[in-house]
């Protein structure tokens, strides 16, 4: 795989990874929208289908940023396709007033899913719900919370 089309993927894998922990924002956004990467290190690994962005990782693209200590993407064997996309560490991705927050998760392409785990929590104004485990089903638009506590603010 040629370097520029790498990198071209790894934007798309990014943008995949956003896209679905927000949809109910989803439509707003674009697949053209461009991605900023920030990190300390990226290894590209082109050999194991792999790039790992280390050290104060940081995405945004359009009003959408994720942040973790690491973040892995996994291609496909002999394939440009995303596989899987795994972050770790302080994860926290924002938009429009809502906020998830976990020490884990995982986007699985073949599945359509991202699983948060490690404390996950979701915040959105003064509400929240976290759980042990919080898994988000793309293509439902649906999202399973295990063990999970709900904190609702009522407001006058």
């Given at each position: 795989?040629?370097?520029?089309?790498?990198?071209?993927?790894?934007?798309?894998?990014?943008?995949?990874?956003?896209?679905?922990?927000?949809?109910?924002?989803?439509?707003?956004?674009?697949?053209?929208?461009?991605?900023?990467?920030?990190?300390d290190t990226l290894t590209a690994d082109n050999k194991n289908d792999t790039a790992i962005f280390e050290g104060s990782v940081v995405a945004t693209s359009q009003d959408i940023k994720i942040s973790s200590d690491k973040m892995t993407v996994y291609y496909r064997d002999g394939d440009s396709k995303i596989a899987k996309i795994h972050a770790v560490g302080n994860i926290k991705v924002q938009k429009d007033g809502m906020a998830i927050f976990s020490e884990e998760a995982e986007y699985i392409d073949e599945e359509e899913k991202i699983i948060f785990t490690g404390n996950p929590k979701?915040?959105?104004?003064?509400?929240?719900?976290?759980?042990?485990?919080?898994?988000?089903?793309?293509?439902?638009?649906?999202?399973?919370?295990?063990?999970?506590?709900?904190?609702?603010?009522?407001?006058?």
């Amino acid at each position: 795989m040629s370097k520029a089309l790498f990198t071209v993927n790894i934007f798309l894998a990014i943008t995949l990874f956003f896209m679905p922990v927000v949809a109910s924002h989803a439509s707003t956004l674009k697949r053209d929208t461009p991605i900023v990467i920030t990190s300390d290190t990226l290894t590209a690994d082109n050999k194991n289908d792999t790039a790992i962005f280390e050290g104060s990782v940081v995405a945004t693209s359009q009003d959408i940023k994720i942040s973790s200590d690491k973040m892995t993407v996994y291609y496909r064997d002999g394939d440009s396709k995303i596989a899987k996309i795994h972050a770790v560490g302080n994860i926290k991705v924002q938009k429009d007033g809502m906020a998830i927050f976990s020490e884990e998760a995982e986007y699985i392409d073949e599945e359509e899913k991202i699983i948060f785990t490690g404390n996950p929590k979701v915040i959105e104004n003064d509400n929240s719900i976290t759980g042990t485990r919080i898994i988000y089903f793309l293509k439902d638009d649906r999202a399973v919370v295990e063990g999970s506590k709900v904190l609702i603010k009522n407001k006058k």
